[in-house]
């Protein structure tokens, strides 16, 4: 028998935390972060904004995480929530519980907590939870016409 496996749609990267790069605090973000270094406090993407995270081998995040699709090939110390798509690396380890969609483990991962598949009505509370998506318009300064 042959399986179709179907195509991951992950975002554009936009955001990169450098192996070097630590950040200490409460972070959220839109678009698509790629992190390889570390964060110590919540990781939250802004809603409606698509959001991905792609965590590196060396990348570690100490904190509680809510986000739309993630692989995660690093350690993560707290709670994850994912309302889209979680893959899990080989090298991944989480510590902590694990609400998610959809959700895909390679052989290697270690995961030290429960994890629980949250439904349809679960996702809309988890997305109303989200820091609303700022608004980026720009104002252009300079001569009008009142016409």
């Not at 350690?75 to 959809?102: R, S, T």
């Not at 996702?123 to 016409?147: R, T």
């Amino acid at each position: 028998m042959f399986f179709k496996k179907k195509k991951k749609k992950l975002g554009v990267i936009n955001t990169l935390i450098d192996k070097d790069n630590v950040i200490r605090g409460n972070y959220s973000y839109s678009g698509g972060l790629r992190l390889d270094g570390k964060i110590y406090g919540d990781l939250t993407v802004e809603e409606d904004s698509g959001g991905t995270l792609i965590m590196g081998e060396q990348s570690t995040i100490r904190g509680s995480i809510i986000v739309e699709t993630a692989i995660i090939a690093g350690e993560i110390f707290g709670d994850v929530e994912c309302y889209g798509y979680l893959e899990l690396q080989p090298g991944a380890a989480i510590e902590g519980n694990i609400e998610y969609n959809l959700i895909e483990i390679h052989a290697g991962a270690r995961v030290n907590g429960k994890l629980k598949q949250i439904t349809k009505s679960e996702i809309n509370k988890v997305q109303k939870k989200l820091p609303l998506k700022k608004n980026k318009k720009a104002e252009i300064m300079g001569d009008k016409d009142d016409n």
